[in-house]
């Protein structure tokens, strides 16, 4: 009796050393996370040392059907904490309200799920956050001045719309902290701010802590590159120092000697990298199977940027561009954020997934991993032909009042992408050379109907290309100019000043062309939804459209491969920008777009006519197109 006893009590004592040593997890209980331990240098939850593992997720860049699912895989991984961006620009409407509520913009439900699932959350709102969209997640409207600075005091409207952003995000957010038993543990300040030509602008930095504290928040981190150029100026005082990636001991010792007395942890760990337009495919990067394990062996909290990646629906792509070469060198994304991530763009889960999984469970004590969730189910759809239906010019909305001295860009007739016709009048003459000073950032020249040129901005920086030669002229023409705007630059100081549009001077033979008239194309869903059938007007491009049925829905590829440049809409949603150059041939065609019975694919293409067919397919495409033969017969 004693001896079973004795093995009943050890039995307990095991248990409860067992349950004393689990990872604590959410559980709508308040909680508290602090800095502590040696120096102040570790993450403390509830008094003891914590590991954030953390898998970074956009909400905004999933269909909300499947956030459950891609928390649930991210978990299975091993990880604890779900890291996410908020994208200002994709909550703020037109009237200047915003939408927390509509869709995958419900960032409360979001994180209800995270805690529902057991994970922790690292929020990062910004308001400037890069992720490779849009303007970096500002909302193009900044732009509209012409002076205009962003992510700095120095201009008064930047600061009036930002601090009216982060009071309305503040407002979902607050009742999801720690302290009211809600899973946020941490809050970024702005984000690698280290990168950007403002970077000493300390004030700045300290004025974003200030405002977070002000609401209740803390403790707060920043992120930034691992040199001291990246840290100096930026690292704050009280605030962990988040580096992109920690993957050294050097640098450690940097982060830990610009700021020391704060944990120091990789803010963004790359498993891939994010692609543009005309480069090769996606691939997982071979370093942080080097880090990882690195990471994990000296106890270092981590944040894997991107877990999954998601998709850059509609036009909220980014580009990018590099400082020392001015906004000329531009490299737009692609509508896939694949990344080459753990996670892929539809969920699936890919060799990496289990080799990061086999990393971690090493290192994870007394705690057993649920199984990796159920894939979801992709589904072909036969070829089917799509019929040209209406010009491009049918999808104008009425044309700007007046007219302009020097053609004006987007932003300052309040639009942001999409497209627009500008024309003006050039008089009779020979061949003559025309200039021009912007051309943001796709489109074609014409002269009194007749296709002169077609620009692509991705080839300015390589030389002079802002010219190009006008034929002769026996009576006076009509130059009409279509542009096509791509995504804004997302990174570096650059992005102010990347308006869209033609802008400034246009000149022919030295001398300004004058008397311009602007009819704006947004591209917007209801007009390209109601476009009517007209006839062809023998200008390159069209609206095509066509009906398929369908007996079930489950996720597709749209396969764009005999089309060549232009966006794709799917029972009127915006399903992303196409381009033949590669490496994305095919658009995710979430199941949630689609319905059983009748489903209508619409495309506004820019440079063919020649109506052609599209499919449905199970899995994303990894061909790479070359660009000068646009050969796309060996991937459909």
């Known amino acids: 009796m004693k001896l079973k006893k004795l093995i009943l009590a050890l039995t307990a004592l095991c248990l409860a050393s067992l349950s004393y040593a689990a990872e604590p997890k959410p559980d709508g209980q308040p909680h508290s996370f602090t800095f502590g331990g040696p120096n102040g240098e570790q993450f403390l939850l509830d008094g003891q040392p914590f590991q954030i593992r953390a898998g970074e997720i956009h909400p905004q860049r999933v269909p909300r059907k499947y956030w459950r699912h891609r928390i649930q895989c991210a978990k299975a991984m091993g990880l604890n904490t779900i890291s996410l961006y908020t994208f200002w620009n994709g909550f703020e409407q037109p009237d200047g309200s915003f939408d927390f509520k509509t869709g995958n913009r419900d960032i409360a439900e979001f994180i209800r799920i995270c805690a529902e699932e057991e994970m922790w959350v690292f929020i990062r709102p910004g308001p400037y956050v890069c992720g490779e969209w849009d303007l970096g997640g500002l909302p193009p409207y900044l732009l509209k001045d012409p002076n205009a600075k962003l992510r700095t005091m120095e201009d008064a409207n930047f600061m009036h719309h930002q601090e009216r952003y982060l009071r309305a995000i503040s407002l979902i957010f607050e009742p999801l902290l720690l302290k009211h038993g809600g899973p946020i543990l941490l809050t970024q300040l702005e984000n690698e701010y280290g990168s950007y030509d403002r970077k000493h602008e300390s004030a700045y930095m300290q004025w974003l802590k200030d405002f977070w504290t002000e609401q209740g928040f803390g403790p707060f981190s920043t992120a930034d590159g691992t040199t001291e150029e990246h840290l100096r100026g930026v690292a704050l005082p009280g605030v962990a120092t988040g580096l992109d990636p920690l993957n050294s001991d050097k640098g450690l010792a940097t982060a830990k000697r610009i700021n020391p007395g704060v944990p120091v942890f990789s803010s963004e760990s790359y498993p891939g990298w994010l692609r543009r337009w005309g480069e090769g495919n996606w691939a997982p990067s071979k370093r942080i199977k080097r880090e990882l394990p690195w990471l994990l062996k000296n106890n270092h909290s981590f944040s894997i940027f991107v877990f999954h990646g998601g998709t850059n629906f509609g036009f909220t792509a980014g580009g990018n561009g590099k400082a020392n070469k001015g906004a000329d060198h531009y490299m737009p994304g692609i509508t896939s954020y694949d990344f080459g991530a753990p996670v892929g763009e539809q969920g699936v889960l890919t060799p990496e ?161 004058t008397g311009w008239e602007v009819t704006p194309i947004p591209l917007d869903v209801a007009t390209v939804s109601k476009a009517k059938a007209s006839p062809n007007d023998n200008m390159p491009g069209g609206i095509f459209r066509a009906e398929f049925k369908l007996d079930q829905v489950a996720d597709t590829f749209i396969d764009m491969s005999k089309f060549t440049k232009g966006t794709l809409y799917v029972n009127g949603v915006n399903l992303g920008r196409y381009w033949n150059i590669g490496p994305q041939l095919r658009l995710y065609c979430p199941a949630s777009v689609l319905r059983k019975g009748n489903n209508t694919v619409t495309v506004v293409e820019l440079v063919q006519s020649k109506a052609d067919q599209v499919r449905g397919c199970t899995e994303r495409n990894y061909e790479f197109i070359n660009e000068k033969t646009k050969n796309t017969n060996n991937v459909w």
């Open 353 to 513: 997934y289990y080799e990061y999984r086999e990393f971690i469970m090493k290192y994870i004590d007394n705690d057993e991993l649920p199984p990796a969730p159920a894939p979801i189910p992709t589904m072909e759809i036969a070829p089917f032909t799509l019929e040209y239906v209406a010009p491009v010019k049918t999808l104008s909305h009425p044309s700007l009042k007046g007219s302009f001295e020097t053609p004006p860009y987007f932003e300052s007739f309040d639009q942001n992408q999409g497209m627009a016709i500008y024309r003006a009048k050039i008089p009779a003459g020979e061949a003559a050379e025309l200039t021009y000073t912007f051309f943001h950032d796709y489109g074609h020249v014409f002269i009194d109907g007749e296709l002169v040129r077609t620009v692509d901005r991705r080839d300015e920086y390589k030389d002079d290309k802002k010219r190009m030669m006008i034929p002769a002229r026996s009576k006076e023409s009509t130059l009409e100019i279509w542009v096509e705007a791509m995504g804004h630059i997302n990174f570096s100081i650059t992005m102010e000043s990347d308006r869209k549009g033609l802008y400034g001077p246009v000149l022919l033979d030295g001398k300004p062309i």
